[in-house]
């Protein structure tokens, strides 16, 4: 069935940092990918999403690229801050919208 | 715009009790999902709804759980009788069709002691 990987966390890294969260999926047929988000204290939310291959996604200075040929949608973003510590889900939408999450990356930011 | 309103918010029960959860979707989103997040992991998907259908229940224990969507608006999730393990955050979303995007609610924190 359809499935996420992502890396294991936690990831600590200095503000101003360039981060990088991996992502890979296993699906059939074309799925939708997204990047969650739970900052501490809150619910899940969506961050960005890509619905095609080669579909960049951005929000909030984090960007993801769907790549079809690695089966990988990458977060990445140039300089992290403080307010950028939570932990991040990757995501899949397969077949009759049904949307699998892998099991999440938490991320510290130290100042 | 209301959000996906859940309660109870917190809920603590012994072993071998029942429980229940009650979701209310953003008005006009079809599909309704019940999650599974034990603390640490990603959300494991119980049951999905499109409008009071069934649409995926595959990982959800038939034998201890079960869920309803009676008129394809509000919905109910159940343990009967709750084990240890189920100890996690139950959390429910709805979208609209075709979007992908969830809107979540606040969860339930079940503690079954």
């Known amino acids: 069935g359809d499935s996420v990987t992502q890396m294991e966390g936690p990831v600590t890294l200095s503000e101003e940092a360039f981060l990088t969260i991996n992502c890979t999926y296993t699906?059939?047929?074309?799925?939708?990918l997204f990047w969650y988000v739970q900052y501490p204290g809150e619910g899940l939310q969506l961050l960005l999403k890509?619905?095609?291959?080669?579909d960049k996604g951005s929000n909030k200075g984090f960007e993801a690229t769907y790549r079809k040929e690695t089966t990988s949608f990458h977060l990445e973003k140039g300089s992290v801050q403080v307010s950028d510590s939570a932990v991040y889900f990757c995501?899949?939408?397969?077949?009759?919208?049904?949307?699998?999450f892998g099991k999440g990356t938490r991320l510290h930011i130290l100042p | 715009e209301a959000g996906v309103a859940q309660s109870p918010r917190y809920k603590i029960i012994e072993k071998r009790q029942s429980v229940a959860f009650w979701c209310n979707p953003i008005?006009?989103?079809?599909?309704l999902y019940w999650y599974q997040q034990i603390l640490g992991q990603g959300p494991k998907l119980l049951i999905q709804?499109?409008?009071?259908?069934?649409?995926?229940d595959s990982q959800l224990p038939k034998d201890r759980f079960s869920a309803e969507r009676l008129k394809g608006v509000d919905s109910t999730l159940k343990i009967q009788p709750a084990k240890l393990e189920d100890s996690a955050v139950y959390l429910c979303?709805?979208?609209?069709?075709?979007?992908?995007?969830?809107?979540f609610g606040s969860g339930t924190q079940l503690s079954v002691l």
């Open positions: 979303a709805s979208s609209s069709p075709g979007t992908g995007r969830l809107f």
């Open positions: 699906a059939t047929g074309y799925p939708s």
């Open positions: 890509a619905t095609k291959a080669d």
């Open positions: 995501a899949l939408s397969g077949r009759d919208d049904k949307i699998i």
């Open positions: 008005s006009g989103h079809a599909t």
């Open positions: 709804f499109q409008n009071n259908g069934v649409v995926d």
